[in-house]
């Protein structure tokens, strides 16, 4: 059971942050890769971050984190015109 206490600081996280994972972004403009696995607006700081994580074999490291960035790179410039946010990608390769 929670406190109120515990309400309070959970409703001051959502009025200041977002999380949000597995949803689709929707834009004006068609972005293919609309569906990062976490995306965190932060409306305090004015900022977005996506992050997608992958598990490559051992060879392809850095050649997911390159295509991770790519993938995601137009739907952050969408964010950035649509909501005026600075918009960044974050790739978790594991």
């Known amino acids: 059971m929670t406190t109120k206490l515990q309400l309070i600081i959970i409703i001051i996280i959502i009025i200041i942050i977002i999380l949000l994972w597995n949803q689709a972004v929707h834009t004006d403009r068609i972005v293919t890769a609309n569906r990062p696995d976490i995306k965190i607006k932060n409306k305090k700081e004015k900022t977005c971050t996506l992050i997608d994580a992958a598990i490559p074999a051992d060879r392809n490291i850095v050649q997911k984190k ?10 952050c410039i969408e964010i950035q015109r649509m909501w005026n946010l600075k918009c960044r990608i974050i790739p978790v390769i594991t």
């Open 66 to 75: 390159v295509e991770k960035k790519l993938k995601y790179k137009s739907l």
